[in-house]
Structures are given as C-alpha cells and as structure tokens.
C-alpha cells in the first residue's frame, strides 16, 4: 500500500496537528508504546476542559501482549478485531455520568469527547496514531471495568503502518481520501424573534 | 490583574497548545474575529473524528455588535452574562443527535465535544482564547436554532485580556491556579475475568 495522502483539505491553514490527523487501521505490530508516551497521552486529557471542572473521563489502559489486551480486543466487533490486534494499547475511554451521590452530569460524555480528542492531538506530537472505535459488545467491555463509569469508545492506539495488511473493505478505506461535509453544511442560522 | 500563570503541570511535557490553553473569561471587548480565523476554527471542527464520519456537530456564529450575538447572551445564565458580552464571537455548538429517519446517532454528543476540543486547539494557534460554559437556558437557545440540533454548549471566543474587570468570584477563579485530578484518579483498572 502506498502512503495515503491524508492531509485535510482546508479553505484556510490548519495546524498540522490537526491537519494532519487521520485515523489509520494500519499499525505497526511490533511497536511498543513508552511510559512517556502514555503518560504524555493520559496528561492530553487530563488537563482538557470540563463542565465545572468535573473530569468525568476514565481510561483503561491493556498493552499489547497482556491478558487485558486480549479480553479489550476480544469484546470487539469482528470489524474491528481484524485489524485492533496490531495495537501497541488498546484504551477504554469511559465517562462517570453520575456523581457517586448519583446526580447526573450533563456533560459527562460531551467532556469526555473533549478529553480523548485532546489525547488525540498529544498522539500526534507523539509520532502515534489514535482510531477510535465504537464497534464492541458494550456489556462485555463494561463487565471488565469498575461499577459506575459507561464505556464510550476503544481507542486503538499505535504507529501508523502503511505496510500493513488488511483486508477488504478496510484496504481501501486506508488509501481512501479523507472526506467531510462541507463548511457551509456544519453552520446553522440564528434566528431571532422580532420581539429581541 | 497580573497575567495568570496557567500552564498545566504535567508529569511529562505536553504540546504548548495544549499545555497553555485555558478558559479566561476576560476578554478584549474592542477585539474582532476576522473571517480567517472563523473560518479556522470551523475548519478544525470539521476535520474531527467522528463515529462512522457522520460529523453530527452543527455551529451558530454570532458576531458582537449584531441582534444574534445579543440574543445568544440574553439566554446565558446571568452569571455568564457578567463577563460574556464582551466575546468577539458567541458560538452555540450544537449536535444532531438523530438522523433525518429517526435514528439515534449514539455518540453525537461525544463526538461534537470532540469537535469542539479540534475547534479549541485552532483557537490557541489563532491566538484566540475559547470559554465553553453550559449555563443557559436550554430552551431559549434552541428556540433560535432550526429544529432538530440539541444545543449542548455556548462557546466564548474571543482575545483574552488580563486587564479586563470582573466580578467576585470570577475575578479570584481568572488568577487562581488550573488545577485537576491526579493522572492516577483517571485510570481504571481491567479486571480480566479468569476464564479469558
């Protein structure tokens, strides 16, 4: 497989962090992740922002090679598991969605978008690539983990591998260029009452 | 006010957009967002991961000085009211959170505080300071939004300006310290059951 040209195709200049962000299933089998690495990634997300402050978030980390790594990969989607093996860590990102005094955090979930994203982005400083993944057996995953957090996406975490060998349809996702709605597509008009 | 001192202490080095963004609430009511830098910033959101690539964020931009801009504040909570009016942009975010058909998109709101997040990180490259806050009435706001968005946060964008005045307590929260829960309290543990 040739290297994907993925770079976002902008009206005006990203920065190449995000930019250059993709989501490749393709990753490096023998890449180990550093403790610097998870940490630098664990610290991205720890200092996002939150609703009040609250830090709902929660991360599982299973390395490649451990009994976690095996049981996270296990409770995926085949989809996923053809390709999720290769991850030098595979994290559960989680949300407390309620205070242990059981009142809801509306934003639980929102924030903890905001986190894995900001985790995203360290990836990149990182030299690692980052696929998010929501295809698994919700259950399965939440009986892994402590009572009272809700597992909200897998995250594949690795070096990008363009080598690697998967199979269809994935392949050709891989080489496929990245595609969004367009700018105009994402913006809504307000409209205000005559009375304001 | 002396200039905050806010980067994040981290057990390893975070990348500067991430380790020095924060959310002021003071900021230069003189200043101006120029259509490039909104056009960045929406950019950045478009460019988000999302579950299946169904980009379910929506965005409402109301520039300071327009009848939008005073509406958006009208609905904030007054203590958002106190300091808000004088962002340059008041941006709803806002997440489909089902398909035209009916369907629930399940992880719209998580992956719209994804795009906020890349939104956010753009705004440092900008040099621009975004304030999320969930204090308005939810109500209100989607009255001035097209039917079937669920508004999720109001973002502040603006310059931030360390000379700006504002109230207590929001004056002592503006110099006081960032601060978070330790890197241990966000991780779980996987408890593998002993048949796998």
């Known amino acids: 497989m040739s290297t994907p040209h993925k770079t976002a195709a902008t009206a005006v200049p990203l920065h190449p962090l995000l930019a250059g962000r993709w989501s490749p299933r393709g990753l490096d089998p023998q890449h180990e992740l550093t403790q610097h690495q998870l940490t630098a990634l664990l610290e991205a997300a720890r200092w996002a922002p939150s609703a009040s402050n609250t830090q709902p978030w929660r991360f599982a980390v ?7 790594h095996a049981a996270v990969l296990d409770a995926l989607v085949g989809f996923n598991r053809a390709w999720a093996h290769a991850a030098s860590a595979l994290v559960v990102a989680a949300a407390e969605t309620h ?20 985790l ?10 980052v696929h998010q993944m929501g295809g698994f057996d919700s259950e399965r995953i939440a009986a892994l983990l402590p009572e009272g957090v809700t597992p909200l996406v897998v995250l594949a975490i690795g070096r990008r591998d363009d080598t690697a060998e998967l199979p269809e349809p994935l392949a050709g996702r891989e080489a496929a260029a990245r595609d969004r709605l367009p700018l105009e597509a994402l913006q809504l008009p307000l409209g205000v009452p005559a009375s304001v």
């Not at 299973?62 to 009994?67: D, M, N, S």
């Not at 205070?99 to 900001?118: F, I, K, L, N, S």
């Not at 995203?120 to 690539?129: C, D, F, I, R, T």
């Open 99 to 118: 205070t242990p005094e059981g009142a809801e955090r509306r934003w639980a979930v929102y924030d903890t978008g905001q986190a894995v994203a900001h």
């Open 62 to 68: 299973a390395l490649r090679g451990t009994e976690e």
């Open 120 to 129: 995203s982005v360290q990836a990149e400083v990182e030299g690692l690539a």
